[in-house]
């Protein structure tokens, strides 16, 4: 899919702990870290997830 700005807001608020997402939303936003320009899932909802996901929405990156 596409990544917008209220992704982002979902994101964030899951990272504060302010919502749950469901599993398959967890695991579609859990992509950070990026080693050497790929995406390395960790399990984890982390502030990383936010930055890359800022870079996408910016389009300063790209992942399959």
Do not use: F, M, W
Not at 7 to 13: G, I, M, P
Not at 15 to 42: E, N, Y
């Amino acid at each position: 899919g596409v990544v917008n700005a209220g992704d982002l807001v979902l994101l964030t608020r899951a990272v504060q702990g302010l919502t749950t997402l469901a599993d398959d939303h967890k695991s579609r936003v859990d992509i950070a870290p990026v080693i050497a320009g790929t995406p390395t899932p960790d399990n984890q909802l982390t502030p990383g997830e936010l930055v890359v996901v800022e870079h996408i929405l910016l389009g300063v990156a790209k992942y399959p």
